[in-house]
């Protein structure tokens, strides 16, 4: 047992870090950018960079622009990547999700038009998916795709889509026939974020920030050749996207053990810093023991990766147990300063207010990417065996089912 | 990256979930429960000795077999998940790992060979009381030991056990052969009887330093860590069967015309229990791991494995029992075996507050990990 790479690895290490060493210093970090568009134009320019080595889809076979090689590898260079002062994330949705989608259910024109502008950051996608009335039980969405001749209009409203606002392109999932039970009567599309009748709008998150967009479809006319799979079958190709979207999601959030200790003996506590009460140490163990777990668990994740076996359900607790363990500690390490505590301004706020966005962020994440009952449900269901949801909705019509208004 | 067992560690793990599955059933657990005299199955202790598992960590000079750590905590998962009434913690994680941290070249050469085949049992006796021994009470005069310990894990069947006494004012080691006189000892009525408590009365028993004296806290503290690390393990393997038989029940078990398992509390409870269970067994190969390369982060890593190891077989075992309903309520469950092994192993060496306690003592002196 050992966190050592194998030769292969190492090599290909080395070769990323000289890669990077003499590339990314190059590219200007997101600590160098003033606004989101010089972010945006940055993370451009980088990814058309690794694009061009080889490095933008590494486990991506070569004919689709990619690397041509394994999951490790990919892994190896996200690691070292992260090393460097670099604009990340804007491609991950498109890239992870919407593009092996595309190139599962397109034909083979679709495919090579979209994938190289994709993988050279030219070309940003983002998912169509979530609507206000449908959320967790996404199979009940409403957007009504209506097909005359070769044409579907579209009108409705999708909700809390990530870069919808510098997206060029999405994947939506409508709603063809309601006369049939509601997972039977989707259909999956790409379209042109750019075509009349989308218009997207900010969300004012509870944060003061907009990460989100609402995304309003008004008789959005969409060739029937921009249709992915069959009329009907849009929740099978959906399956397909979402597959993908929880691995990317759980990565580290918020506040380091040093951080944590930094805050702790800022604190005046008795003869000593809060540091001292037993009572914060025993809350901090826990979050260490957490956040431990959580690393090696992909630890363990990576190993199978390595070892080119398929990765265990194990990773699908880490959403689940970051954004919960976020909450706990942004409320406590915000509690033990007492008044003090509610002071946001990077002036006086602890690790420059950032303690504070976590605390406000935290909730969000419990329920973005699938809710925490959502992904308990998946656990019990697809991990432990356990059936499914007994549910009112399974051969009604979607026409025909309660609305609740 | 190479962070999981082995194909080898594996096929070692399947060997021993076989024989044991073969010979240490719950019914074996059970009749330790049953018999007042019970708490140790000798021939189960003579079979395992056998098939050489108790020398995994032992050197080959001293008639172990030097596999490995990593070996020792593959066997350590697969005896907790049969919760066997054997003594292998305070034989190897306490006894053995003593003496190979503190031990002289005889005292090794004399003792280990006889845990490794398992003619000895070893035990380590440290507690005199409720709550943290600042400063042993037991002392040694003249190499002749006096007080009383208790409890002491495995105490009643022990050959020999590590004492933990002050000698001139000192704590130190000892090595104290229990079959002699001036040895009382009494069985203990106590939570998890196939793991047996005793009380241990010295009254002028020859006793002879381990390690060098007044080094007894420190040193009692480093052969804490490493148990911990071990006996991690056990506690995984019997969360992780807690965590099957909770599933087994709610799928075969019917309600409100579906199997419990379809009804989201229950779900979400078995849910709650594996994530535990995962935490648990990644922070316990953080801690094999560290106890394998011996690493500086075994205190840190030690800590965090004991710590998630309590937790999850904590939950698992009252979540099971409640699973089962009042089915699990019965003697005749298995539910409680484990309920009972669980609170056994979260105190035998030092409970959750202690190790919580000194994870921040160690990430304060130097923060690793995440």
């Not at chain 1, 190059?26 to 945006?40: K, M």
């Not at chain 1, 038009?113 to 959320?135: D, K, M, Y």
């Not at chain 1, 915000?334 to 706020?349: D, K, S, V, W, Y």
């Not at chain 2, 019917?254 to 979400?268: D, L, M, N, Y």
Request: proline content about 5%.
């Amino acid at each position: 047992m050992d966190f050592n790479d194998s030769p292969d690895e190492a090599e290909f290490r080395e070769r990323v870090r000289g890669w990077l060493a003499a590339n990314a210093p190059l590219h200007a970090g997101p600590s160098e950018c003033t606004s989101a568009d010089q972010r945006l134009q940055a993370a451009r320019a980088w990814q058309g960079a690794k694009a061009a080595a080889g490095f933008a889809r590494i486990s991506w076979p070569r004919e689709w622009g990619g690397g041509g090689g394994t999951a490790i590898q990919q892994a190896i260079f996200s690691e070292e990547e992260a090393r460097h002062d670099i604009p990340l994330g804007f491609f991950g949705i498109g890239l992870g999700m919407c593009l092996p989608t595309i190139l599962k259910f397109a034909d083979p024109d679709t495919q090579q038009r979209f994938v190289g502008p994709a993988l050279r950051g030219e070309e940003i996608w983002c998912q169509l998916f979530s609507e206000p009335a449908a959320g967790s039980d996404l199979a009940g969405l409403r957007a009504r795709a209506v097909k005359a001749g070769d044409t579907w209009t579209v009108t409705g409203q999708k909700v809390w889509t990530t870069g919808a606002h510098y997206a060029d392109y999405g994947l939506l999932l409508a709603r063809s026939d309601p006369s049939v039970p509601k997972h039977r009567g989707l259909t999956m599309f790409w379209i042109d974020m750019k075509a009349p009748g989308v218009e997207v709008r900010p969300i004012h998150q509870m944060t003061g920030g907009s990460d989100f967009n609402e995304v309003y479809l008004t008789e959005v006319r969409i060739p029937d050749s921009q249709r992915l799979g069959e009329a009907g079958d849009g929740w099978k190709v959906a399956l397909v996207t979402l597959m993908n979207e929880r691995v990317e999601g759980a990565k580290d959030r918020g506040p380091t053990t040093q951080q944590i200790l930094d805050v702790a003996r800022s604190v005046p506590h008795g003869s000593g810093t809060m540091l001292d009460d037993s009572a914060f140490r025993q809350r901090f163990a826990a979050w260490y023991v957490q956040a431990a777990g959580l690393k090696y668990t992909r630890m363990r994740t990576l190993t199978a990766l390595s070892r080119r076996q398929t990765p265990g359900p194990e990773s699908s607790i880490g959403k689940l147990v970051a954004a919960n363990r976020l909450q706990e500690l942004s409320n406590e390490l915000i509690e033990c300063q007492g008044e003090f505590g509610l002071l946001t301004g990077p002036r006086h706020a602890a690790l420059s207010g950032s303690l504070h966005r976590d605390y406000l962020y935290a909730p969000g994440l419990r329920i973005a990417g699938g809710t925490d009952e959502i992904l308990k449900n998946i656990i019990a269901e697809r991990v432990l065996g356990m059936p499914p949801d007994s549910r009112a909705d399974k051969t009604v019509a979607f026409k025909d089912l309660p609305t609740g208004r | 990256m190479n962070f999981d067992y082995s194909e080898e560690h594996q096929q070692l793990k399947r060997e021993v979930r076989r024989f044991l599955e073969r010979r240490c059933p719950p019914t074996a657990v059970r009749a330790m429960l049953d018999d007042p005299k019970g708490t140790f199955d000798r021939r189960l202790w003579g079979d395992i000795a056998g098939l050489g598992w108790l020398g995994a960590a032992i050197p080959e000079r001293f008639g172990g077999s030097d596999l490995g750590y990593i070996e020792l905590c593959a066997i350590a998962e697969e005896l907790g998940r049969a919760i066997a009434p054997v003594p292998i913690a305070s034989s190897l994680y306490f006894f053995a790992e003593a003496l190979l941290l503190a031990g002289s070249e005889a005292q090794q050469a004399k003792w280990l060979p006889r845990i490794a085949d398992g003619t000895a049992i070893g035990c380590f006796a440290s507690s005199e009381g409720p709550g943290q021994i600042i400063r042993p009470r037991t002392v040694v005069a003249s190499g002749r030991l006096e007080g009383v310990k208790i409890p002491v894990t495995d105490g009643h069947i022990a050959d020999v056990a590590v004492v933990l006494a002050c000698e001139s004012n000192a704590p130190g080691l000892f090595l104290v052969e229990l079959d002699q006189n001036g040895v009382e000892r009494e069985h203990l009525e106590s939570l998890d009887d196939s793991r047996g408590l005793a009380q241990l009365r010295f009254s002028g028993a020859r006793a002879e330093p381990l390690g060098e004296g007044g080094a007894g806290m420190a040193l009692a503290d480093r052969v804490l860590i490493r148990a911990a690390a071990l006996l991690a393990f056990e506690q995984l393997g019997g969360a992780d069967r807690c965590l099957e038989m909770a599933r087994d029940h709610a799928l075969q078990r019917h309600a409100f015309g579906r199997p419990v398992g379809g009804h989201q509390a229950i779900k979400h409870r078995l849910a709650d229990m594996y994530v535990k269970n995962e935490l648990a067994r990644s922070n316990a190969y953080y801690g094999g791991w560290a106890l394998a390369t011996d690493s500086s982060e075994l205190p840190v890593a030690a800590a965090a494995a004991r710590l998630a190891a309590c937790e999850a077989f904590g939950f698992a075992a009252k979540e099971n029992i409640h699973v089962h309903g009042g089915m699990g309520f019965t003697w005749e469950s298995d539910a409680h075996l484990y309920f009972r092994r669980a609170r056994h192993l979260s105190l035998v060496a030092r409970e959750p507050a202690y190790w919580s306690d000194s994870l921040v003592t160690a990430l304060v002196r130097a923060p690793v990990g995440p």
